[in-house]
């Protein structure tokens, strides 16, 4: 029982809640959202997705502001024979109102410099206020539990006085189960970009990520629904130390009883308040290359893997009866990204794009513990992606995109608390030149979800799982050219 919470951990330690891998968000500019597809960038957005792109701004200082609202429904179905009105549906809403993108850079002749600042990772606070089945399913493990443990005593009772006295007809339990995760990995990008000639341009860099995950649960009023001759519903503790002490109860009996009952009035009301943070770096390498001039583009980024742990602090004490420890690390590496891009530009009012990201989850340990060995992945998670932009007029210009994903995950990685389904993303919107100085853009995306499941066992029985999600974004940037 004192391990209900500590499935938290992995619920938000790592996890990206929008576009991009298991752990990366790829959603980083008000054009990504209504195109699908940048990494051929030769714009401000560029600091994210083609840095070597950068050199082919005017010359000059270049500002984006960004923002995305983004709304999330995670929803898990689980059927187990021992769930309260099994199959049950569980239902956590994520929330990210504020989800900023900023990026810079001067462009002096072949050389440009820049710095960006996104959530790279995470971004978006989880509530579920009923809980998750493995939250659940330890309560309701208590009936199967406490009546096997309660049948033996019947049974020699009934040998005795030919009476059944029924110590074992518990037919039901309840608790108050909460949980909310919250979980940001900022990202601080810093780039140098070099022009080598007119076709190929490169750049170095590097991000700085900073990781902040926060944890709140907690079970309380877990009852037990016993049979009404004794009491009816009452705490497990409760209905224990009733039984032992009955008349004729032997002695053995009854202690073994009243222990259970102290560990239960321990186990069943439990508290978690937790923060986890840790740092890496990423060096970034880029390189772009037009071909045929403005015609056609294409953008070439590796983001090596981001070392990193998480370091436990529990506040107040509320540790989850010892799930969460202070001080404690736990491995939360991002892994390497290979990212291309490519650009057709027939003409200053039309844009065919597309993109295509690969992400070496292989070469991540994903339980989290150096001393521990559990294969997650069956193949590296991909994504791909076509947009249009048409210009309507010289100023004003409408988008579309389509984005898929397909996840290399297998079964070990898939739980209630993270999963990872294949996709399919539609965005649109439009860009408006103000001037020669501001541009606006405006754009949302929703997401689908291929529904997922997973059978294991629930403790008493086997439990089947039904994984599926939907997201929304709406998104708005301005982008400035001094």
Do not use: C
Not at 269 to 285: C, L, N, R, Y
Not at 286 to 302: E, T
């Amino acid at each position: 029982m004192k391990k209900i919470i500590s499935v938290v951990s992995a619920l938000v330690v790592t996890g990206s809640l929008f576009a991009g891998g298991l752990v990366t968000n790829t959603n980083q500019s008000a054009l990504y959202t209504r195109l699908q597809s940048r990494n051929a960038s030769t714009s401000i957005d560029a600091v994210y997705y083609n840095p070597a792109g950068l050199t082919k701004l005017s010359d000059g200082f270049h500002l984006s502001l960004n923002n995305q609202t983004i709304g999330q429904t995670q929803k898990v179905t689980t059927a187990y024979d021992f769930l309260n009105g099994s199959p049950k549906e569980y239902v956590g809403k994520v929330s990210a109102p504020v989800y900023p993108g900023v990026y810079a850079a001067y462009k002096t002749g072949k050389l440009a410099l820049s710095l960006g600042f996104n959530p790279v990772g995470g971004g978006g606070g989880a509530t579920y206020e009923a809980g998750l089945p493995s939250f659940e399913m330890k309560v309701a493990n208590l009936v199967p539990m406490l009546a096997a443990q309660l049948t033996p005593l019947d049974q020699a009772i009934f040998g005795l006085t030919g009476t059944d006295p029924n110590f074992n007809g518990i037919t039901g339990y309840n608790a108050n189960i909460y949980f909310k995760g919250s979980s940001i990995y900022f990202g601080l990008q810093a780039n140098v970009s070099y022009e080598i000639n007119e076709m190929l341009s490169v750049a170095l860099g590097g991000r700085y990520v900073m990781a902040n995950n926060k944890y709140e649960g907690s079970i309380s009023g877990v009852t037990i629904t016993a049979p009404t001759a004794y009491g009816g519903v009452q705490t497990p503790g409760n209905y224990l130390r009733f039984v032992a002490g009955r008349p004729g109860i032997p002695p053995a009996n009854a202690a073994v009883l009243n222990g259970t009952a102290a560990y239960l009035d321990d186990a069943t009301t439990v508290e978690a308040d937790a923060v986890m943070k840790g740092s890496g770096i990423t060096p970034i390498v880029s390189v772009n290359f037009a071909p045929v001039g403005d015609l056609i583009n294409i953008g070439l980024k590796y983001e090596f893997k981001t070392k990193m742990e998480l370091t436990t602090t529990v506040n107040d004490g509320k540790d989850a009866e010892g799930m969460f420890i202070q001080d404690s690390t736990a491995i939360a590496d991002m892994p390497a990204m290979l990212a291309l891009g490519v650009d057709v530009k027939p003409s200053d009012r039309l844009l065919i794009t597309g993109s295509f990201n690969y992400y070496f989850d292989n070469g991540v340990d994903y339980d989290g513990q150096a001393d521990v060995e559990v294969d997650k992945i069956d193949k590296n998670f991909i994504e791909a992606a076509l947009g249009l932009q048409v210009g309507l007029t010289d100023k004003l210009f409408l988008s579309a995109g389509w984005l898929t994903t397909m996840t290399g995950v297998n079964d070990n990685y898939q739980s209630d608390m993270k999963y990872s389904l294949n996709t399919n993303t539609f965005g649109g919107g439009l860009g408006f030149k103000v001037n020669d100085m501001i541009d606006i853009n405006l754009g949302g995306s929703y997401t689908m979800y291929k529904e997922g499941s997973k059978t294991y066992n629930g403790g008493a029985g086997p439990a089947t799982d039904m994984y599926n999600k939907s997201t929304w974004v709406a998104a708005i940037g301005l982008d400035f050219h001094f």
